[in-house]
């Protein structure tokens, strides 16, 4: 029994030499606290990460501007022609982005997204008028006019809403036998970005 109170005495000894103490419940809390304070900063930090990528490329979005507007650019008829033809609108108004070629009389999208497209026509009376507005070889819209005597003159136009790929093509086809007026501020076409996909 002696010898167990040395043994108790020597192992207490021993841990008050090494410096041994109880933990506190102050401490334990503590570092508790600090853990979940440390994930919640880590936590922050990732979503701050995920808003600054989104908002790169919200802005890059945003900032991606595509629209043009152009008249044919001349005076007089253009037709009419035995065949269909792109129609040329060579008085370039407006080209952001530089994605319609007058030389060809193509707009080229350069991104996806969704895009709205107009065109309008002046023509003479004498002779029907018919264009096309055709999305990679494909008519999607048209507008036309019948021959009268009784008036001179004659409006008409068309505009549509489409879905567009990067690359797609989109262009104004005057029908074979027919005709418009060009000028510098009558029959034009026109188109712009809405949203990017």
């Given at each position: 029994?002696?010898?167990?109170?040395?043994?108790?005495?020597?192992?207490?000894?021993?841990?008050?030499?090494?410096?041994?103490k109880p933990p506190c419940p102050e401490s334990c809390a503590s570092q508790a606290e600090l853990?979940?304070?440390?994930?919640?900063?880590?936590?922050?930090?990732?979503?701050?990460?995920?808003n600054v990528d989104l908002t790169a490329e919200l802005k890059r979005i945003v900032t991606f501007k595509v629209a043009f507007s152009a008249a044919i650019g001349r005076y007089g008829s253009i037709g009419p022609y035995t065949t269909d033809k792109i129609?040329?609108?060579?008085?370039?108004?407006?080209?952001?982005?530089n994605s319609y070629?007058?030389?060809?009389?193509?707009?080229?999208?350069?991104?996806?997204?969704?895009?709205?497209?107009?065109?309008?026509?002046?023509?003479?009376?004498?002779c029907e008028a018919m264009l096309y507005l055709y999305k990679n070889y494909k008519?999607?819209?048209?507008?036309?006019?019948?021959i009268?005597?009784?008036?001179?003159?004659?409006?008409?136009?068309?505009?549509?809403?489409?879905h567009l790929q990067k690359g797609d093509q989109v262009y104004v086809c005057m029908a074979a036998y027919t005709h418009i007026w060009g000028s510098f501020y009558h029959s034009t076409f026109s188109g712009f970005l809405i949203s990017r996909h």
């Open positions: 029994m002696i010898l167990s109170i040395y043994l108790l005495m020597f192992f207490c000894c021993g841990l008050t030499v090494a410096g041994y853990h979940k304070v440390k994930h919640k900063v880590e936590d922050l930090e990732r979503k701050l990460k995920e129609l040329l609108y060579k008085r370039v108004i407006t080209n952001v982005g070629n007058k030389h060809k009389g193509i707009f080229t999208a350069p991104v996806a997204g969704i895009y709205y497209f107009s065109f309008f026509y002046h023509a003479g009376g004498d008519l999607v819209v048209m507008t036309s006019d019948h009268s005597k009784k008036d001179t003159a004659d409006n008409g136009g068309n505009g549509v809403v489409l």
